[in-house]
């Protein structure tokens, strides 16, 4: 975490996500708001340098999020669990 720290990442909200994942006793908001950020600069990268790979890397990443997500979908339905608690652990 603290090489995290040294980063030029935004810590306020990594300190919030650190917070949040103390409260819950698991590492799931940390490693939410890290693959969040993941896609985040994967996006930017792929509109500043359209020639290079990157938009082909942030397309295959999104296809990948969007099988993630209709998984979790499936999976949480055939258990019963709400649309709420479904949605709240899919990433957009």
Known sequence: ?????????ETAELEDALKESHEHGGLDPVVSYL???RRTD????SHLNPLSAFPLIYYLESKVLEVQNLRLLVRGKAVGLSDEVIEAHMAF
């Open 35 to 37: 693959a969040s950020e």
């Open 1 to 9: 975490m603290e090489v995290l720290r040294r980063t030029s990442m």
């Open 42 to 45: 994967l996006r930017r990268m």
